[in-house]
């Protein structure tokens, strides 16, 4: 046998943080050992007091490929996961081109990513006003579950679909068992508020935030509750921004509802009162809210009441932000964070009083769950692929362009100084990031469901 052994003080099992070695033989974790258990003739590597991590998973990560891959493609977005501890990206179906409606576009983004991913993938399908009866082909081709929006996505190829084209396609979803992700907002609470607007001054974050009412998100909320009771269907939340719903979805969640929710780390470290005029590099749908909002949100996932925490990294030129005009309602809506994400949440988390263990469910097991690879991903645990991140939390670093390996090294968190350094990603038991570098040839491929 060709066996390694990776050890630290810090281990972060599904039970417990505690010293302990991963036994890795291949790509896969034997055993989950303490030291004096390491066998003779073990090739050893000991990380001291970094502590290792479950690789992370990201479950909503825009990489644009095919088709839009000057925005961000395969290569660029793995290549940041892998700087940021992430093992597992979780592709949205919009932004390429063709978008991800049908197993032909399928195959076409399957074609984009060979031989070109430094981390694994998974994509999810796509459902909108026109496809119900391609939702069973994609998930027999192997997707997780499918995601839709209720608003106009602002991008050419994806629609948004109506409460009664949902409900068309809600049978067709609720038989393949798979969960639907959803961008909870309704237009019509939007497009009330933006046209009292209409005289305002758009470089005002203030001005942007009033145009994505808490509204357009609650009213949303309501409608696919009451849908999920109706269709039985599993329903995911994604990047839930009002904390107004907060209570809603924990009542449904009391009742039974197959419900999950996810929020992003710009919802739980930035607020709307320091957001500057003309800084259109923090737009994002559905807004950054107050700092009260962003309280409680932490507090949605201390009760549980919120599952995960996903990036919706969502990156496009720079041209695109409007930087020079600072115009908030031309510029595009994304924030681009996937090497940053671990950094963001411990930097927040710990003041808090969270635990690795937390950021550890939040990032890794729980949205493994959700795309259903958790037999293999998001755990320390024997039978898992050995994918971790050897993480230094007491350390701080300043955030720079150096530390955006994405396609455009732009964001909002410039100049921050945070807590916690990657200083190691392993896939499958093979280093893919260290110490700045990336060693060896792209092995990242895709997970099927």
């Not at 081709?141 to 608003?151: E, N």
């Not at 921004?241 to 419900?259: F, H, I, N, Q, T």
């Not at 955030?399 to 896939?427: C, F, I, Q, W």
């Amino acid at each position: 046998m060709n066996l390694r052994a990776f050890l630290s003080r810090r281990v972060v099992t599904a039970d417990a943080v505690r010293p302990a070695a991963l036994l890795v033989e291949g790509d896969r974790i034997l055993e989950v050992i303490t030291a004096e258990q390491v066998p003779p003739q073990t090739e050893v590597h000991d990380f001291g007091n970094a502590a290792i991590l479950p690789g992370l998973v990201d479950c909503h990560v825009h990489i644009n490929d095919p088709g839009r891959a000057e925005w961000e493609g395969f290569l660029t977005a793995t290549r940041a996961a892998a700087a940021g501890g992430c093992t597992l990206l979780v592709d949205m179906p919009l932004n390429c081109l063709p978008a991800t409606t049908n197993p032909a576009a399928l195959d076409a983004k399957r074609a984009a990513a060979k031989g070109r991913c430094r981390v694994d993938w998974m994509t999810w399908g796509g459902v909108v006003r026109d496809n119900p009866h391609d939702i069973a082909p994609l998930a027999k081709a192997g997707v997780p579950g499918f995601k839709c929006f209720l608003v106009d996505p602002g991008i050419d190829g994806f629609t948004m679909v109506t409460e009664s084209q949902l409900r068309a396609a809600l049978p067709h979803v609720a038989r393949t068992g798979l969960p639907l992700l959803v961008h909870a907002e309704l237009p019509a609470p939007i497009v009330a508020a933006t046209e009292n607007l209409a005289d305002r001054d758009w470089s005002r974050y203030e001005t942007y935030l009033e145009s994505r009412p808490e509204e357009a998100e609650l009213s949303a909320i309501r409608m696919l509750l009451s849908a999920c009771r109706e269709f039985k269907f599993r329903l995911h939340i994604v990047h839930l921004s009002a904390s107004k719903a907060l209570p809603e979805l924990r009542a449904a969640r009391s009742a039974g509802l197959p419900v999950t929710v996810e929020t992003c780390p710009h919802y739980l470290h930035l607020t709307a009162e320091a957001i500057p005029g003309g800084a259109t590099l923090f737009k994002c749908a559905p807004p950054i809210r107050s700092r009260g909002n962003c309280e409680q949100l932490w507090q949605g996932l201390r009760d549980g009441t919120i599952d995960l925490v996903a990036t919706d990294h969502s990156p496009c030129p720079p041209e695109m932000k409007r930087l020079a005009e600072g115009d908030f309602r031309s510029a595009w809506g994304g924030i681009a964070s996937l090497s940053l994400a671990l950094p963001l949440m411990y930097t927040e988390a710990n003041k808090r009083g969270f635990s690795l263990s937390d950021i550890a469910n939040w990032m890794s097991e729980a949205p493994a769950t959700l795309a259903g690879c958790h037999t293999q991903k998001g755990r320390l645990a024997a039978g898992h692929h050995a994918d971790f991140v050897v993480f230094d939390s007491e350390s701080e670093f300043v955030v720079s362009e150096d530390r955006l390996p994405y396609r455009h090294p732009v964001s909002p968190y410039l100049g921050e100084r945070l807590r916690g350094v990657v200083k190691a990603t392993y896939l499958r038991g093979r280093k893919v990031f260290g110490d700045g570098e990336f060693p060896g040839e792209p092995m990242g491929m895709e997970h099927r469901r």
